[in-house]
């Protein structure tokens, strides 16, 4: 299986060496990290006590670490914390965010970049983030004595329905698990039909909930508002996580509800970083004046009309969140993306909208439409006109911020149910060494 593998994912790059290279050339992703990716040359862990190893994928996956690590490394302080990612983007923000912990790129999943990963890290538990079943990794790890979980897991319609056309050469991956701690039920459900075995899969929640942030007087979302000179009379439009497409149809909404909401102000945060400098030059071009949060030039663009915010960091979009009067989430107004993360806008208590397309958090989505806690738009003019009636109708919005906020905040507790799970394969170890 091993070698079949190997031989799959060597054509697969080089059929896509081409689009890979591409835009290697043109946005400078993929170029890092191909050495440690492709030969496995994780650090080596100095240390001889148990180790758990933390696989996420990118930014957002790391951040929702943050509870997890916090009571793990409360609760098992013998132990060592080590983390990968996959991303540049999200190499480089574990990095800022656990400057105390090894931190390095995910091996890609060949047997020879896993076994040495995994010679070098020896990690007693590898827990992988949300979902990335890596057969050659999932193998490595169990031939060398460790167990493997799922933390935080989801498994989407789409994805289900790609895994299951290959249960048949992915079953023993599955049943390699030792543990998969999902969001909701109907995750529990997808990951028992490829093959998990029911009494290792756990319901624990979204550890997205956890550490959520609902005060906006909190010291990151307070600076940023300093720096970025906001004025406590303005109204805050916040388009966060955006994607192709959905920077031009904020600006559009924005222009529109400016006319006779003049206090208004426009923040963007594109989900990816190396789509910054293209939204800076699309806004440039429309005839706004743009203040970058990279530059932090916020002081020499004051005037009328007010520029546009656009916030060209990694890692302040849960502080920018904390801004917003009135949140549209990315990723979802065109097919194909799923939508982001929209429990942290809601968690402050602003009027939240997303758009149709919001696979990757469906449950969270039904829930906070089931009671008035958000409101889906359409389309860019569907975008346009939900603005314009939060503005014009600030009640409303204010209700419906207040109570998605409520929803959110009172979904805390999957953190400390994700570590009973991770805890219980510490104590089968210890029984394992005692048998």
């Not at 409360?74 to 800022?96: C, D, F, H, M, Y």
């Not at 047997?111 to 040495?116: D, E, G, N």
């Not at 009135?326 to 194909?336: D, K, M, N, R």
């Not at 409303?396 to 905040?409: I, Q």
Request: charged share 25%.
């Amino acid at each position: 299986m091993p070698i079949v593998l190997n031989l799959i994912y060597l054509g697969l790059i080089t059929l896509l060496s081409p689009v890979l290279a591409l835009r290697a050339w043109k946005t400078g992703k993929y170029r890092e990290g191909w050495a440690e990716k492709f030969f496995g040359r994780a650090p080596v862990r100095v240390g001889d006590g148990p180790c758990l190893w933390f696989h996420a994928v990118s930014v957002g996956e790391v951040l929702l670490l943050r509870p997890l690590i916090a009571e793990f490394a409360r609760r098992r302080p013998g132990w060592e914390i080590v983390i990968s990612a996959t991303t540049s983007t999200g190499l480089k923000v574990a990095r800022e965010t656990y400057p105390d912990l090894v931190t390095f790129y995910a091996p890609l999943d060949f047997s020879w970049a896993t076994h040495r990963a995994i010679s070098r890290v020896r990690p007693t538990i590898l827990a992988l983030v949300e979902l990335e079943v890596w057969p050659n990794l999932v193998r490595a790890v169990k031939h060398a004595g460790g167990r493997v979980a799922i933390v935080n897991g989801r498994l989407s319609v789409r994805s289900h329905k790609g895994y299951r056309r290959l249960r048949g050469p992915l079953s023993k991956t599955f049943r390699r698990l030792d543990s998969v701690a999902v969001q909701t039920d109907e995750y529990a459900a997808r990951f028992a039909d490829l093959g998990v075995p029911l009494d290792r899969i756990k319901v624990t929640g979204s550890v997205k909930f956890d550490g959520l942030e609902g005060n906006r007087a909190n010291p990151r979302t307070v600076a940023l508002k300093k720096a970025l000179n906001l004025g406590s009379s303005e109204i805050v439009f916040v388009a966060g996580s955006t994607m192709d497409g959905e920077e031009s149809a904020a600006l559009a909404a924005y222009r529109n509800a400016r006319i006779t909401h003049p206090s208004l102000r426009l923040v963007i945060v594109p989900r990816h970083a190396e789509r910054f400098e293209q939204v800076a030059q699309m806004l440039e071009a429309a005839g706004e004046r743009v203040i970058r949060r990279s530059k932090n030039n916020a002081r020499s663009l004051q005037g009328e009309p007010p520029a546009v915010i656009l916030v060209d960091t990694l890692g302040e979009l849960s502080a920018v969140w904390g801004l917003a009067d009135i949140a549209f989430v990315g990723g979802s107004l065109f097919p194909g993306r799923g939508g982001q993360n929209m429990m942290e806008p809601a968690a402050f208590g602003a009027s939240v909208m997303f758009g149709s397309h919001t696979s990757n958090f469906r449950a969270t989505v039904e829930q906070l439409l089931h009671r008035g806690g958000a409101r889906r738009v359409s389309d860019a003019a569907d975008l346009r006109n939900a603005l314009l009636e939060d503005l014009d109708d600030p009640e409303t919005a204010a209700v419906r911020g207040a109570t998605a906020s409520a929803f959110v905040l009172a979904q805390n507790g999957a953190s400390l149910r994700t570590f009973d799970e991770i805890d219980r394969l510490v104590d089968l170890r210890s029984l394992d060494r005692v048998a």
